[in-house]
């Protein structure tokens, strides 16, 4: 089966479940006939932006971002969407840029940091909760930092 009805499938689960782990989207996923490894479900939620919301209950959920619902947006006002659901905090150290995140969502951050393609990043990483952006100088730094800040507000 391929990739695409693969990744369609995966939005069908999340909307339709609260599925809070890799290994339940693995799990269902095999019961619908999709035999994937846990690396080709990260890659997935990578490539699909999904990241994770608390529930009513307080746990944690696989979720579509609002940024990925309303198509058709430059890359930077799905950052800006994706920054007022995911970040909690920008800050910078001379030319390094440091996003503090809501668990788990530093991943989809970081993916659409990188497809804003701006030019002062020379390269971003993201962790659980946190994602670092190296910048050219520090100059270029404390201007993305306002820039990243503007959209929290």
Excluded: H
Excluded at 95 to 114: E, F, H, P, R, S
């Amino acid at each position: 089966m391929s990739k695409e009805k693969r990744q369609r499938e995966i939005l069908n689960i999340i909307t339709k479940s609260s599925i809070s782990t890799q290994q339940e989207l693995q799990d269902r996923l095999k019961e619908k006939g999709y035999n994937t490894t846990q690396a080709t479900i990260s890659r997935d939620i990578k490539e699909l932006s999904l990241i994770k919301t608390v529930t009513d209950s307080g746990i944690y959920k696989y979720d579509v971002p609002s940024s990925i619902k309303d198509r058709g947006k430059s890359p930077k006002e799905i950052l800006k969407s994706i920054f007022q659901e995911a970040v909690v905090s920008v800050n910078f150290a001379m030319n390094i840029v440091v996003i503090k995140c809501y668990t788990g969502m530093a991943q989809a951050v970081c993916a659409k940091l990188d497809n804003a393609y701006f030019e002062s990043i020379v390269g971003t990483i993201a962790g659980d909760d946190t994602v670092f952006a190296v910048l050219k100088s520090e100059a270029f730094a404390i201007e993305f930092v306002g820039m990243l800040n503007s959209f929290l507000i």
